[in-house]
């Protein structure tokens, strides 16, 4: 089974004429008037699909297609909400696509045993309202309505009433599921399939990610006067931090760890650093992986602390644990880039969506599809037609799979 | 011979008393009514150890104690101007130890062959009027007149004026000189004698200085998505850059290198930073091994950026060339140590002194004495009167030797 890519087409660009920038992305925030106009083109596009549309306590819009059986449905998901400026495809894709499923099979007349279930989740990016994903973590479980109905925009704007104004607060026995599968198509935001040259990738998971603040306490002095063996250069303490913190990714398969962020003190050109801050995230889908590299960098700082005469402090204040998907879900996929002889490959993903949380309530596995230059959240954002037809296809026949199966 | 360390300490508590800060130091900026006070203090110092006391044009003031010939004279200088909150040290135990030298030449009734002149250079230090060193610059030829005169400090007022004022504006006849050989007095500023638990040290030059700025260039990307292969991280790329910069450095006799200033940016802990920007200040005695290190770290940096992917380019925006000591005046010393049965070792000085304009006219050396914990520009500046005592000891036979050779 393939998809109709031009209507498919035809309905990603519809969408993206909502909220269109100068630039070619689009912004449409949460809750915002572009949100609305475009929550009323996928509510039409789900009707006109044949799907029956429900609007829960959250804002998340769910258009039903049933199944022979009353069994939990299979959900396909993503978000319409964007970043400022954000690409066209990012989120949209994945709810335009799956509508599109929706409509192949009714092309098809083609009846699954389980219902279908395509969803609009409300504000995944989390850019007017923090935190990101908050809506399906509530029906996850994750946050409690309350604390969602709290939060606030900048201009102190409380995400309920946002939500009533646009008129789009419908009721706690309206959300998505009881799921028996969910299933997310999206673009990658990240070079690996560019480089790989492959169309579609499989995600196993979302990865752990660590987040730490190392400092490192030095002793400033004239840069002139003090020679090489009696400094404690905070800087040049920091640079092998650096170096061992790319050297344990680098060895270790599916690892990714970066210093981003780097202060120094005084930070003045004649005198040697005597403190530097720097962030460390550390990345890995498994995690008992996560955790050694993080042992192994304390090793590493400490073994240079005591080398160089310096203090060297790693504080691990955030952490956000792996959540690998379902072999099932994640098999399904694979079976279907292999009924459609389309070559694929396993993949991480490396950022958070809404089947982080669902992965919590459910078998839950990801697509993402080839993204140029791995660039998102921004205008440029961009993927082949192609590509995108192909991705979709995966989801038509995984979610075929999932749906046809008895359980 | 050996200088009256209790009569030496006392100059330098009266002069200390001149500008005095709560918390033990000295501000005695050039030309201000601190630098006059202290100015008359010494003056009287110079008088009351029989020295012909003359001003020149551009206020430096000389002491003279005649020779038994009509040669040329021996210069022991240093500056009586500090720093915001400086230490009481720093420049005045140079001029005080030098007065101390013609005291002292008193009480044993010695006369040199040469004449022997002690000079309180003004505004040594540059702090209010830029740059440093300026009146032993044009009496070098470093400087012209005009261009010291019309310096201004941060309020406007003119050197000129503000040498008028202090009532410190002499004529160019009476510059100090012409000179056989200069000598300065100076605490170290640096830690090298106190890690080699030495008093004093025999300064074989001042350092050239190379100032240059590093611009890496790689790729902002998100941290998550983007596998190590596929990165070109500009701050792990700037980390082996300030590796080698230090490596170069350690394995070079005499040399240091040093980064003090780096930014990155976005500077964000989730952004694989895309740029990094970062000084590099590398000093060395010899010319053609400053040379060479700076022709090294452009080859590692060329290396990186092919290795790496990256862009890195070294711009080299300032030069201090290096100003080896004469011989002559460092075996004086040398010889003047091993006669006081002093330990002593060749270092380079890697800060500014007056000396290293009058190595241009004149054959020069320095002293230096132990600073505790390397620290200077700081009311916590010390040195031991123990310490004070034998530099200025070696000072003075140095000075006898250099003042009583024919020639």
Known sequence: ??????????????????????????????????????????????????????????GNMTGRRDGSGDQPAVVLGSHCDSVRRGGRYDGAYGVLAAIEVARRLNDLAVTTRRPIE?????????????????????????????????????????FEEELRRIGYLGSEGDRPGPAAAYLELHIEQGPVLEAADLAVGVVQGIVGITWSEVTVEGRADHAGPSP???????????????????????????????VGRLTVEPNVINTIPGRVVMSVDVRHGEPATLEALVAELEQVIAALADERGV????????????????????????????????????????AGHDAKYMAEVCPTAMIFVRSRGGLSHC?????????????????????????????
């Open 118 to 158: 395509v969803v609009n989740w409300t504000n995944e990016e989390g850019v007017r309202f923090e935190p990101a994903m908050m809506c399906s973590g509530v029906v996850a479980g994750r946050f409690g309505r309350a604390y969602v109905y709290d939060r606030r925009d900048l201009e102190g704007k409380r």
């Open 379 to 407: 205008e440029e954002e961009f993927s082949t037609a192609e590509d995108l037809a192909e991705g979709a296809d995966v989801l038509l026949n995984a979610a075929w799979r999932l749906a046809d199966r008895a359980g």
């Open 311 to 350: 203090g060297i402090a790693l504080d691990r204040f955030w952490t956000s644990e792996a959540t690998p998907f379902a072999p099932s879900v994640v098999a399904a996929v694979e079976d279907a880039c292999r009924e459609l002889a389309l070559p694929s490959r396993r993949l991480w993903s490396g």
């Open 228 to 258: 090489m063996e009696l400094r404690r250069d905070a800087l040049a303490a920091a640079a092998q931090v650096i170096s061992a913190v790319e050297q344990l990714a680098r060895r270790t398969p599916e690892a990714v760890a970066t």
């Open 1 to 58: 089974m393939r998809i109709d890519r031009d209507r498919m087409l035809e309905s990603i660009d519809r969408l993206a004429a909502v909220g269109a920038t100068p630039g070619g992305g689009v912004t449409r925030l949460a809750l915002s008037d572009e949100d609305r106009q475009g929550r009323e083109l996928v509510g039409r596009l789900m009707e006109e699909a044949g799907l029956r549309v429900r609007i829960d306590d959250l």
